[in-house]
């Protein structure tokens, strides 16, 4: 059922195209890197999309405990994908898209966002384990996006305010300059009324979502521009739903 994991050391060499032995794993990965191309990232988005059909119906089978794989990811891990999602309690990546040990390389930050750390995370899952999908998946009800929301309405209500650089003002700053794209796109004026119409929440958690994923792409472009991985690599847009427990993909995109 599950495919055999490769070492660390094997994927960092295959990955770096410094291997040059002929041991079957080896022989067996390259060719595989060669043939596979993007079906890879293509085939683990399709398998984390049944995965969160799978835990939609109560039907967890990957996100439980599996002695045999326990006892395979021993020697290595071997990520498809990459997900980058918010900490919220509520959107365990895992267990929404019914993911096992070693299936999923997991990042988590209040409101998904990107930084200089997880853009180092996504790029050694890619780099050295052989991920090829990065997913960013937002969600419904976004606590971070619904306090960027009521950030960006206080200072438009208060022009002149020394903008604050506490740690969470810091953390939302992304996403209140989403709420300043989504409202000036709109054309709205300034009134608090004004503009909590033209930015609802769910609109904010898309539009951060969106960005995000544009960003990152934009940067592993420019991380990855002189390796063969970038083409291989695929980048989605995803939200969760609070209410039904489904994922929909929002955008994809090849580098
Ligand atoms: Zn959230």
């Known amino acids: ?39 890879k990232a293509e085939t683990a988005l399709t398998d ?15 996100c439980v405990f599996n002695k045999d794989r326990f006892e395979q990811l021993k020697t290595g891990q071997a990520p498809p994908a990459v997900v980058l999602s918010c900490s919220d309690s509520r959107v365990p990546p895992e267990m929404v898209l019914d993911q096992g040990l070693g299936d999923v390389f997991v990042i988590r930050v209040a409101g998904n966002v990107l930084d200089e750390n997880v853009l180092g995370s996504m790029l050694f899952s890619l780099q050295h384990l052989g991920s090829r999908l ?75 979502t969106i960005q995000v994923a544009t960003v990152t792409l934009k940067a592993l472009e420019k991380n990855l521009g002189n390796s063969d991985i970038l083409g291989e690599v695929l980048v989605v847009s995803a939200v969760y739903d609070l209410d039904d427990g489904s994922v929909k993909v929002l955008h994809q995109q090849h580098a």
């Open 134 to 208: 990065v997913i960013v998946l937002g969600h419904s009800k976004c606590g971070a996006c619904t306090a960027a929301q009521g950030a960006y309405i206080a200072a438009q209500s208060a022009p002149g305010q020394t903008k604050a650089t506490d740690p969470i003002s810091n953390l939302l700053s992304p996403i209140v300059d989403c709420c300043g794209h989504l409202a000036k796109s709109a054309g709205a004026g300034a009134s608090p009324e004004d503009l909590k119409k033209i930015l609802p929440v769910p609109a904010v958690v898309a539009e951060n």
């Open 48 to 62: 984390l999309l049944q995965g969160n059909k799978r835990y939609q119906q109560g039907n967890l089978q990957r």
């Open 1 to 39: 059922m599950f495919a055999r994991p490769i070492g660390i050391g094997h994927s960092l060499l295959i990955a770096e195209g410094l291997c040059s032995c002929s041991c079957k794993v080896h022989l067996g990965k390259m060719v595989q890197t060669a043939t596979v191309s993007r079906t």
